[in-house]
């Protein structure tokens, strides 16, 4: 997805160099950069923070691909591409941040069941 934010946003005016096209690249960055980050993370919490955090940076990438489309910056290919992106980047997210909470709940019965014996 960064390297098609990238492609896209080269095409973009000028004048947006440090307005839609920067704040888009670094929401981009932001999703891999955080996913990155929950991997060196060894606690749960910690984990799901920075997975959260990534959700967060996608949905800001998605906002901005919008207005670059309701600014005309963007064709309907590119768009649809990112879209695709974007939609199947969120579902792994999510996929994560319910296994993570799933493993965390199993975890803490079987302490919890370890503890009563």
Same mark, same amino acid.
């Given at each position: 997805m960064v390297l098609n934010v990238y492609?896209?946003?080269? !095409? @973009?005016?000028? +004048?947006?160099?440090? #307005? /839609?096209? !920067?704040?888009m690249r670094g929401a981009a960055l932001s999703v891999s950069g955080n996913i990155a980050e929950a991997f060196g993370r060894f606690h749960y919490l910690d984990?799901?923070? @920075?997975?959260? $955090?990534? %959700? #967060? !940076? /996608?949905? +800001?990438?998605k906002n901005y691909?919008?207005? !670059?489309?309701? /600014?005309?910056?963007?064709?309907? +290919?590119? @768009?649809q591409t990112l879209t695709d992106n974007i939609h199947g980047i $969120?579902? +792994?997210? $999510?996929?994560?941040?319910?296994? /993570? %909470?799933? %493993?965390n709940q199993q975890k803490s019965s079987e302490s919890k069941s370890d503890s009563e014996q």
């Open positions: 492609k896209l946003t080269a !095409s @973009f005016p000028k +004048e947006e160099v440090y #307005g /839609l096209t !920067s704040q984990k799901n923070k @920075f997975y959260l $955090n990534a %959700r #967060g !940076s /996608l949905e +800001e990438t691909l919008i207005i !670059s489309g309701d /600014l005309g910056y963007t064709k309907a +290919e590119a @768009f $969120n579902e +792994e997210l $999510n996929t994560l941040i319910k296994t /993570l %909470r799933i %493993r």
